[in-house]
């Protein structure tokens, strides 16, 4: 069992569609990120929140908007995203910023996009 | 230029032997952390093994151990006594010191263990 828990694990959209990804961490972590991956590709950057505030946007489009309650919850809201979009979405957590602190990473939420 | 390479895109090992997976990088910050991921094909990225640019000692853990040779910027991980369970996409990461949250990740090695 993972420490990070992404929650759903599989999600089927049409491109007009509202949804929403968590992603929920009890390890005390103040960094949380949100990665996407593509098949046989490894995971690009999307996201990061430290102690909650928006840290890292790495310029993505603003049909995926990001939230952070509090310090153990990130969610991922997503509202007109194109086929492009299908893949699979890695939510981590870190105790910080220091080069020597490991991701941890939950499960992923395999998202299609019809 | 490529931070991370790993050059093997694929590699096959027999069951109960030994396999090494390659990884290079290249950095000029001085303090700098290297990891190494596994992710099976149910998507989770599972932490292996770490090892930091100061640590005078090879890392390991268990089956895994990192074979590290600085001068050459190269980290290698090692599986010894292999398993089914072993197949699997492995990634190399590194963490600069200068990097802030950023994790750079190789292109991956997919791991096939034969019974």
């Known amino acids: 069992d993972t420490e990070v828990t992404q929650t759903p694990k599989h999600l089927v959209m049409g491109m007009t569609n509202k949804k929403s990804l968590k992603c929920e961490q009890h390890m005390g972590h103040r960094a949380m990120y949100w990665y996407k991956q593509k098949a046989k590709k490894p995971p690009e950057l999307m996201f990061v929140?430290?102690?909650?505030?928006?840290?890292i946007n790495e310029s993505v489009p603003s049909r995926f908007s990001p939230e952070c309650p509090n310090s153990s919850l990130l969610n991922l809201h997503l509202h007109a995203l194109q086929p492009e979009d299908s893949a699979l979405y890695l939510c981590?957590?870190?105790?910080?910023?220091?080069?020597?602190?490991?991701?941890?990473f939950g499960d992923g939420t395999r998202l299609s996009i019809l | 230029a490529q931070k991370i390479t790993q050059t093997q895109p694929g590699m096959f090992v027999q069951e109960k032997e030994a396999v090494t997976l390659d990884c290079t990088y290249d950095t000029s910050d001085p303090s700098y952390g290297l990891f190494w991921y596994k992710q099976p094909s149910s998507g989770e990225m599972i932490f292996l093994i770490y090892q930091g640019s100061y640590d005078q000692q090879n890392a390991t853990e268990g089956r895994y151990s990192l074979n590290f040779q600085k001068a050459r910027k190269s980290a290698n991980l090692v599986i010894s006594a292999s398993q089914l369970g072993d197949s699997a996409m492995y990634f190399c990461?590194?963490?600069?010191?200068?990097?802030?949250?950023?994790?750079?990740f190789g292109a991956g090695t997919r791991l096939f263990v034969k019974a």
């Open positions: 929140y430290s102690y909650e505030k928006l840290s």
């Open positions: 981590a957590s870190s105790p910080g910023q220091a080069f020597n602190q490991p991701q941890h």
């Open positions: 990461a590194m963490r600069e010191n200068t990097g802030g949250f950023k994790t750079i």
